[in-house]
Protein backbone atom coordinates (compact mmCIF):
# COMPACT_ATOMS: atom_id res chain seq x y z
CA UNK A 1 0.00 0.00 0.00
CA UNK A 2 1.22 3.40 -0.95
CA UNK A 3 2.36 5.97 1.68
CA UNK A 4 1.58 10.02 1.20
CA UNK A 5 2.04 12.60 2.87
CA UNK A 6 0.69 16.08 2.50
CA UNK A 7 2.10 19.37 4.05
CA UNK A 8 2.45 22.69 2.97
CA UNK A 9 -0.86 23.79 4.59
CA UNK A 10 -1.19 26.91 7.19
CA UNK A 11 -2.75 30.26 8.08
CA UNK A 12 -3.25 32.70 5.36
CA UNK A 13 -5.36 36.08 4.19
CA UNK A 14 -7.64 36.18 2.27
CA UNK A 15 -6.32 36.85 -1.34
CA UNK A 16 -2.69 35.05 -0.62
CA UNK A 17 -1.30 31.96 -1.82
CA UNK A 18 -0.49 28.48 -0.51
CA UNK A 19 0.73 25.12 -2.32
CA UNK A 20 0.39 22.07 -1.27
CA UNK A 21 2.62 19.14 -1.10
CA UNK A 22 1.81 14.96 -1.48
CA UNK A 23 4.74 12.54 -1.48
CA UNK A 24 4.06 9.35 -2.35
CA UNK A 25 6.28 6.40 -1.02
CA UNK A 26 6.36 4.89 -4.63
CA UNK A 27 6.43 5.95 -8.27
CA UNK A 28 3.46 8.05 -9.51
CA UNK A 29 4.20 7.38 -12.80
CA UNK A 30 1.39 5.44 -15.22
CA UNK A 31 -0.72 6.48 -12.40
CA UNK A 32 -4.45 6.82 -13.77
CA UNK A 33 -6.02 8.28 -11.06
CA UNK A 34 -4.80 11.02 -7.83
CA UNK A 35 -6.00 14.34 -6.58
CA UNK A 36 -7.16 16.56 -4.07
CA UNK A 37 -9.76 16.64 -1.69
CA UNK A 38 -11.00 18.79 0.68
CA UNK A 39 -13.26 18.85 3.81
CA UNK A 40 -14.48 22.10 5.88
CA UNK A 41 -15.78 21.93 9.38
CA UNK A 42 -19.36 20.54 9.49
CA UNK A 43 -19.28 19.44 5.90
CA UNK A 44 -18.56 16.08 3.89
CA UNK A 45 -15.50 15.60 1.97
CA UNK A 46 -15.23 17.34 -1.94
CA UNK A 47 -13.16 16.92 -4.79
CA UNK A 48 -10.68 19.55 -5.65
CA UNK A 49 -8.66 18.75 -8.29
CA UNK A 50 -7.97 15.40 -9.72
CA UNK A 51 -6.01 13.48 -12.67
CA UNK A 52 -7.82 11.27 -14.79
CA UNK A 53 -7.24 9.20 -17.56
CA UNK A 54 -3.24 9.53 -17.22
CA UNK A 55 -3.73 12.83 -17.73
CA UNK A 56 -6.25 15.51 -18.23
CA UNK A 57 -7.03 17.16 -15.45
CA UNK A 58 -10.12 18.28 -13.58
CA UNK A 59 -11.34 21.12 -11.03
CA UNK A 60 -14.10 21.43 -8.54
CA UNK A 61 -16.14 24.63 -10.30
CA UNK A 62 -15.29 26.75 -6.86
CA UNK A 63 -11.61 26.54 -7.61
CA UNK A 64 -11.12 27.02 -11.40
CA UNK A 65 -9.14 29.75 -12.48
CA UNK A 66 -7.49 29.63 -8.95
CA UNK A 67 -5.73 26.62 -8.41
CA UNK A 68 -3.58 24.36 -10.34
CA UNK A 69 -2.40 20.59 -9.80
CA UNK A 70 0.66 19.29 -11.07
CA UNK A 71 2.49 17.08 -10.36
CA UNK A 72 6.68 15.87 -10.32
CA UNK A 73 7.53 12.44 -12.05
CA UNK A 74 10.71 12.39 -10.66
CA UNK A 75 10.29 13.61 -7.24
CA UNK A 76 6.79 11.26 -6.92
CA UNK A 77 5.31 14.38 -5.61
CA UNK A 78 1.87 16.20 -6.72
CA UNK A 79 1.07 19.60 -5.99
CA UNK A 80 -1.63 21.71 -5.45
CA UNK A 81 -1.33 25.72 -6.13
CA UNK A 82 -3.87 27.56 -4.67
CA UNK A 83 -4.01 31.52 -5.53
CA UNK A 84 -6.41 33.82 -4.65
CA UNK A 85 -7.77 31.79 -1.69
CA UNK A 86 -11.23 33.05 0.22
CA UNK A 87 -12.09 31.96 3.58
CA UNK A 88 -14.69 29.42 1.92
CA UNK A 89 -11.36 27.38 0.90
CA UNK A 90 -10.73 26.65 4.88
CA UNK A 91 -10.15 23.03 5.16
CA UNK A 92 -7.97 19.88 5.65
CA UNK A 93 -6.74 19.06 2.34
CA UNK A 94 -6.30 15.31 1.61
CA UNK A 95 -4.17 13.76 -1.49
CA UNK A 96 -5.36 10.59 -2.94
CA UNK A 97 -3.81 7.97 -5.46
CA UNK A 98 -6.53 5.56 -6.42
CA UNK A 99 -7.68 3.83 -2.90
CA UNK A 100 -4.53 5.60 -0.68
CA UNK A 101 -5.09 8.42 1.56
CA UNK A 102 -3.04 10.99 3.27
CA UNK A 103 -3.32 12.01 6.74
CA UNK A 104 -4.34 15.55 5.78
CA UNK A 105 -2.96 18.90 5.92
CA UNK A 106 -5.05 21.88 7.24
CA UNK A 107 -5.96 24.91 5.81
CA UNK A 108 -6.87 28.24 7.30
CA UNK A 109 -7.77 31.40 5.31
CA UNK A 110 -8.76 34.54 7.65
CA UNK A 111 -11.06 37.26 5.94
Known amino acids: QVQLMESGGGLVQAGGSLRLSCAASRSIANIDNMGWYRQAPGKERELVAE???????IYADSVKNRFTLSRDIGKNTMYLQMDSLKPDDTGVYYCRLRAAWGQGTLVTVSS
Open 51 to 57: IINYGRI
